[in-house]
């Protein structure tokens, strides 16, 4: 039923928070597209200045950082049991509802140039059913290559490991500050250092992701085919 008159001006009157400035961005959209966001118009959607958008969130970038996450909060739980591959799968496929729902997302998340502590959050759990199920760490980190973008419900390679340029003594800094908080995800930083320390030639990681991931899905073709 469509909200009467009265109804939209007590919403419009409503205060202000960034909760409430998120999720109409999200609400726009879904309705007309991520193209249609932009401050003023969400301002005329929320019946407010544009300006006042901005005690909520500090510009566009960050209205863009919390409609991500709040995209990725809906993504079911991982299942406190059971098998880890059907609960990988659920999660994945619940995942992949969650972008059908917001066909714009997928761009916006692939625009991120770092992941928030809700991604994080995500991933880390992601990785736990994983290590929960026996995998090394070394095959978390091969797994979570092969799936890329899968992870988050959709497709499009989702690490980088060759291009990372970052110190070493930086990234070990980093890793003892995030390990009490994500530690499946430290866990596979560590052992994307330890690769890298190993391995001598540009394009070796990507030549071993390559074929771990064509490898992956040749067998289960094989497996298909019966």
């Not at 973008?149 to 003594?169: C, H």
């Not at 391995?199 to 991931?213: I, K, Y």
Request: proline fraction near 4%.
């Amino acid at each position: 039923m469509a909200a009467t008159h009265t109804e939209t001006i007590t919403q419009r009157r409503a205060p202000l928070s960034r909760e409430r400035v998120v999720a109409a961005a999200v609400e726009l959209a879904d309705r007309e597209g991520i193209d249609a966001v932009s401050m003023r118009r969400l301002g005329q959607e929320l019946g407010v200045e544009a300006m006042s958008l901005y005690n909520h969130v500090a510009s566009k970038e960050d209205l863009l950082d919390g409609m991500v996450d709040l995209i990725v909060s809906e993504i079911a739980p991982p299942a406190p049991s059971g098998p880890w591959k059907t609960a990988l799968r659920d999660r994945i496929l619940s995942a992949r509802r969650v972008m059908l729902r917001h066909q714009w997302a997928s761009a916006v998340i692939a625009s991120r140039r770092s992941a928030s502590p809700v991604v994080m959050t995500y991933m880390d759990s992601t990785a736990g059913i994983m290590s929960a199920g026996g995998f090394s760490v070394d095959l978390m980190h091969h797994a979570l290559h092969a799936l890329g973008s899968r992870i988050l419900g959709f497709s499009q390679e989702l690490y980088d490991d060759s291009s990372d340029d970052t110190d070493p003594d930086e990234m070990a800094a980093m890793a003892r500050q995030l390990a009490s908080q994500f530690p499946n995800v430290v866990a596979i930083m560590e052992q994307i250092r330890h690769d890298d320390a190993s391995v001598v030639g540009s394009g070796c990681d990507d030549q071993v992701e390559f074929e771990f991931a064509l490898d992956l899905i040749l067998d289960g073709l094989e497996r298909l085919k019966g």
